[in-house]
C-alpha cells in the first residue's frame, strides 16, 4: 500500500527506496529503462519539437538520474521489475480504463537497446488493479493492457537551477509505493498509510485523512503540526464556506418548491445576495450558518454589487459583442461606381502577404484574449471547415471519437443553424476538458499542450495484436500495433537517416516497421523488423504530428487496408512559434486560406496556391513551423 505525502521529492525518494525493496524481497533485480531525449528548439509548449542536435552525454547522463519530479513527473530512467505496483501517469486510452491515477501491476515489456547502450522500453504490459470495468484485449490476459512509449515536451531542471526544454519519449507510468496527496484524490483505501509533516493547508490534510474506509485503517507514520488544522482558517475561506453554505440552502428551497421568485439566478453572487436580502428583510431572520462561519460584528454580511461579469452577465455578452466581427458572406456589396470599376482592374495574383477575403471565406473562432485560447482555435477552425464541407459523413464518423469531439461537432451543428458561436462550442469543450483535468487544460494566461489537448479530442482507439519478422533472420514475434492512429506521431522514425521526406512515405514506414531486431543487433547488425504491408485499422480522421522541418506535407496519399486502396486528403496545418499557432485551411475546390483568431477576423485571407508537388512551402508560415497536418477519408 503507497504512502500519501505532500511533497513530490519526497514521494520520489520512498517509490526509490520502495522498488528496491520490492525487488530485493521477491528475488528480483531491477531493470533500468532509459528515456530518449532531444533537446527542442523551444522554450514554449507549443508541440512543435524540432531538434537542435543529440544532448551531450554528460548532460544526458544528469537528466536520467533526476527525480522525476524534476521533470513534469516523466522520469529519465525508470526501474522496474515484475510484479512491481505502478501508478499511470497519462489518461491514454479512456476506453480501456488506462488513465491517470489508475493503479496498476508489472506482468511484461517489450524492449530494444539504443545507440548509448541503453535499454529502452517500447511498450509495457500492466494489470490494472480494480478497473472501473473489466477489460478484455485479444491475446492478452484478463485487465492486462500495453502501453506504448509516449513522446512529450517537458522542462526538466538540472542541479544548478537551470531549465532545459526537450522532448522526451518514455512510458508513462511511476512505481506506485508512495503518491501526492493530489494524486490520492477521489480513492477509498482501506488500509490508509499517510505522511502529514509537510501537509500545508487544512485541505491537505482533509485529502489525506478521507482516503480511509475507516479509522481503524488509518496509519500516520510521523507527527505533525495540529495548528494547521486548530487555528482556523483564512478569511476568504470562511467567506467561501458561508456562500457554498447559503447556496446549499437555496437548492433545498428550490427542490422543495418553497424558494420565492426573483432569487434564484443565473449567477452565483446575485442569487446569494437575493437569499440574503429575503432572509433579513421579508423574514427578518438572522442569515443561517453554523457557528463557526457567523459573521462578526466588523463583516460585512451582504456584498455590494459591482459591475463586472460576476454580478451582470450582459456585461459578458457587451464584451463578445465588442469583439464580434460579420461574417462577410452578409455584408452587402457597396453601389459605389468608382469602387467598381477599380476593383475590376485588379488582378487575380494574390499572394501570401494580401488580405483578400471573398464570400465564401471559411470561418474559425476569434481569439480569447482573457483566457488564451489559440490552442483550440487553430484545430477547431480545420476542423470545422472539414465538417461543413461533408456534414453527412463526417458526422458520424467524428462523434464516435470522443465524448469531446461529439461536443464540438454538436457545436457546429448549432453554429449552422445560427443557434450557438464557434466561440460559445469552443469553451464548453474546453470546460469540459478543464473538469476532466484542470492541470492539463488550464484557463486564463496559461498555454496548453496542444499535443495533448488533440490526442484527447481525437481519442485513443483500441492497439492492434500485428506479427512482425525479420527479413534477415526470419525472427518472429507478436507487437501491439498503433502506430497509425486518429492521432499520429512520426518522431520516433529518426527520418533524417533515410531518403525519405514525403509524410506519406513516413507513414509507409510506420506501416513496414521500424522496430530493430534483437537478435540482429546483438551481433552488431541492424536490421528493422517488418509488419504486414497492410493497414489493420483504416482512421477515418488522422491528425499527424510534425517533426522534421523539411518534410514534404502530401495533400494526397493512399494507403493500403484490407486490400483496399484508401486516399487520405489534407485539409488543413496547423502552425506553432512563439508561444502561438495560427493555421492553413485546404477547401475542397483547392483553395488555401489563413487563420489566426488573434487578429480577430473570421473570414481567413487567400494564401498562395501551390502548383509544385515537391515544393515545402507548406511547411512554414508567418515564422512559424508547421506542427500537425489534418487529414480525412472523405475528400
Not at 477 to 504: D, K, P, V, Y
Request: charged residues 20%; aromatic residues 8%; glycine residues 6%.
Amino acid at each position: 500500500m503507497s504512502i500519501i505525502t505532500a511533497w513530490n521529492s519526497q514521494k520520489d525518494r520512498i517509490n526509490e527506496i520502495g522498488s528496491n525493496r520490492f525487488a530485493h524481497d521477491t528475488g528480483q533485480s531491477l531493470e533500468h529503462f532509459y528515456s530518449i531525449d532531444k533537446l527542442s528548439n523551444s522554450a514554449s509548449p507549443t508541440g512543435k519539437t524540432g531538434c537542435l542536435g543529440n544532448i551531450a552525454i554528460g548532460l544526458q547522463s544528469v537528466l536520467w538520474d533526476a527525480s522525476p519530479c524534476t521533470s513534469e513527473h516523466i522520469p529519465g530512467k525508470l526501474s522496474i521489475c515484475l510484479g512491481m505496483p505502478v501508478m499511470v501517469r497519462i489518461n491514454d486510452a479512456t476506453e480501456l480504463c488506462i488513465t491517470k491515477g489508475q493503479e496498476a501491476v508489472v506482468v511484461g515489456w517489450n524492449d530494444f537497446i539504443r545507440d548509448h547502450g541503453k535499454k529502452v522500453l517500447e511498450t509495457l504490459f500492466v494489470k490494472l488493479v480494480n478497473p472501473p470495468r473489466n477489460v478484455e484485449l485479444p491475446g492478452l490476459p484478463l485487465n492486462v493492457v500495453p502501453m506504448s512509449r509516449t513522446s512529450s515536451t517537458v522542462k526538466a531542471l538540472l542541479p544548478n537551477d537551470h531549465m532545459v526544454t526537450l522532448t522526451r519519449q518514455q512510458v508513462m507510468v511511476l512505481p506506485n509505493f508512495s503518491m501526492t496527496d493530489y494524486a490520492a484524490q477521489g480513492k477509498t483505501r482501506p488500509l490508509n498509510i499517510v505522511e502529514l509533516n509537510n501537509c500545508k493547508t487544512t485541505q491537505s490534510y482533509y485529502t489525506c485523512l478521507s482516503r480511509s474506509a475507516s479509522a481503524d485503517g488509518t496509519i500516520i507514520v510521523q507527527g505533525f503540526d495540529t495548528r494547521k488544522i486548530t487555528k482556523g482558517i483564512s478569511g476568504f475561506l470562511r467567506q467561501e464556506f458561508r456562500e457554498l453554505f447559503l447556496l446549499d440552502e437555496v437548492t433545498t428551497m428550490r427542490y422543495h418548491g418553497t424558494l420565492p421568485e426573483g432569487i434564484f439566478g443565473d449567477l452565483r453572487n446575485p442569487t446569494v445576495r437575493a437569499y440574503q436580502l429575503w432572509k433579513r428583510i421579508k423574514k427578518k431572520e438572522q442569515l443561517p450558518c453554523i457557528a463557526a462561519l457567523r459573521w462578526g460584528p466588523t463583516d460585512q454580511e451582504i456584498k455590494d454589487i459591482q459591475k463586472d461579469g460576476t454580478w451582470d452577465l450582459k456585461i459578458n455578452a457587451q464584451t463578445a459583442i465588442s469583439n464580434y466581427i460579420p461574417d462577410p458572406s452578409k455584408i452587402k456589396p457597396k453601389t459605389n461606381t468608382s469602387s467598381t470599376e477599380k476593383a475590376k482592374k485588379k488582378t487575380n495574383t494574390t499572394t501570401q502577404s494580401e488580405m483578400t477575403i471573398t464570400n465564401y471565406s471559411p470561418v474559425g473562432p476569434i481569439w480569447d484574449a482573457i483566457s488564451y485560447s489559440c490552442t483550440y482555435d487553430a484545430p477547431f477552425a480545420i476542423l470545422y471547415n472539414m465538417w461543413k464541407e461533408n456534414k453527412r459523413a463526417h458526422m458520424i464518423k467524428l462523434s464516435s471519437l470522443s465524448v469531446y469531439m461529439k461536443t464540438v461537432v454538436q457545436g457546429f451543428a448549432a453554429y449552422e443553424n445560427s443557434t450557438c458561436s464557434l466561440e460559445v462550442t469552443r469553451d464548453i469543450t474546453r470546460q469540459l476538458l478543464y473538469k476532466y483535468d484542470n492541470d492539463s487544460y488550464p484557463k486564463g494566461h496559461v498555454f496548453t499542450d496542444i499535443q495533448q489537448l488533440i490526442k484527447e479530442i481525437v481519442g485513443h482507439p483500441s492497439m492492434f495484436t500485428s506479427p512482425v519478422t525479420c527479413p534477415d533472420c526470419n525472427y518472429k514475434t507478436t507487437q501491439m500495433f498503433g502506430n497509425i492512429r486518429e492521432f499520429t506521431a512520426l518522431e520516433g522514425l529518426e527520418l533524417q537517416q533515410t531518403q525519405h521526406r514525403c509524410l506519406s512515405e513516413a507513414l509507409q514506414i510506420c506501416l513496414n516497421g521500424w522496430r530493430r531486431c534483437p537478435k540482429c543487433f546483438r551481433r552488431s547488425h541492424e536490421v528493422m523488423l517488418r509488419l504486414p504491408d497492410i493497414l489493420p485499422y483504416a482512421p477515418h480522421l488522422l491528425v499527424v504530428q510534425l517533426h522534421q522541418e523539411d518534410l514534404i506535407i502530401d495533400t494526397k496519399f493512399k494507403l493500403f487496408c484490407d486490400n483496399r486502396s484508401l486516399t487520405f486528403t489534407l485539409h488543413g496545418v496547423i502552425y506553432a512559434g512563439n508561444y502561438h499557432f495560427n493555421s492553413r485551411i485546404i477547401t475542397s475546390d483547392g483553395k488555401i486560406w489563413f487563420h489566426d483568431g488573434q487578429n480577430g477576423a473570421r473570414a481567413f485571407p487567400v494564401s498562395h496556391i501551390h502548383s509544385q508537388p515537391s515544393d515545402t512551402w507548406l511547411n512554414t508560415c508567418n515564422d512559424k513551423h508547421a506542427s500537425f497536418a489534418i487529414y480525412s477519408l472523405i475528400g
